[in-house]
């Protein structure tokens, strides 16, 4: 049981950039998210998806893109790359409802 | 717009100890209350999970308290030992179906022998 993937673990772009970071979860959650954390600041919420076709924007938004195609996948891409990118990013997934939520292991990405 | 404030942002203590991590709330329609812990490297796990109709919650060593009155719960770790030491968020979450985790800043604790 993989659970949630994550890839790349480690990713340095410069400055503009794009990539995409990957994510799968293998437990059929139909709510997937991604967080970026910085110091100091907590977790903060990018994009969700409550199902397949179905996203919406989180806290901060701004420089990412997402789409669900299927249950499984939840790609975040960066269109072009800024140093305030420079974050460690998690993918989480769950059921529908206040249940537990399965975290990545992240992807650290520093943007030069 | 900061939804859950944690505190506080770094703890330390001896083996043994009791450390507690205080996290405020503005949003009463809130209902779902877990904490997540997080070891270096690692992404965060659900360690233990409380909603208002409960005022404590204990898991083993750990034993979330809840005061709805005061918008404000907390996490107590009894007899705290150095494998505790990691990063511990508060979260909230508003009820229905699909539904946005709101994390604090989270504590750095460490646990010295």
């Known amino acids: 049981n993989a659970g949630v993937t994550q890839t790349p673990k480690f990713q340095v772009l410069k400055t503009g950039q794009s990539m995409t970071l990957q994510c799968a979860q293998d437990?059929?959650?139909?709510?997937m998210s991604w967080y970026r954390q910085d110091p100091g600041m907590g977790l903060r919420l990018i994009h969700y998806?409550?199902?397949?076709?179905?996203?919406d924007q989180g806290e901060v938004p701004n420089g990412y893109n997402v789409s669900r195609s299927t249950t499984e996948d939840f790609p975040l891409r960066l269109l072009s790359a800024a140093p305030s990118q420079t974050s460690v990013y998690f993918c989480?997934?769950?059921?529908?409802?206040?249940?537990?939520?399965?975290f990545g292991q992240g992807t650290r990405l520093t943007v030069v | 717009q900061q939804q859950v404030k944690q505190s506080p942002q770094s703890l330390i203590v001896q083996k043994g100890g009791i450390p507690i991590i205080n996290c405020a709330y503005e949003?009463?329609?809130?209902?779902?209350f877990p904490w997540y812990q997080q070891f270096p490297g690692k992404g965060p796990a659900l360690l233990i999970a409380?909603?208002?109709?409960?005022s404590e919650k204990k898991e083993g060593r750990f034993t979330i308290s809840f005061n709805k009155s005061a918008k404000q719960f907390s996490l107590h770790i009894m007899d705290s030992q150095p494998g505790d030491s990691a990063t511990y968020f508060c979260?909230?979450?508003?009820?229905?179906?699909?539904?946005?985790?709101?994390f604090g800043a989270g504590t750095r604790l460490a646990v010295h022998p």
């Open positions: 949003n009463t329609a809130f209902d779902y």
């Open positions: 998806s409550v199902g397949a076709g179905i996203t």
């Open positions: 437990m059929n959650h139909e709510y």
């Open positions: 979260a909230a979450s508003m009820p229905g179906g699909y539904n946005k985790l709101i």
């Open positions: 989480a997934s769950r059921y529908t409802g206040n249940t537990e939520a399965f």
């Open positions: 409380i909603r208002p109709d409960v």
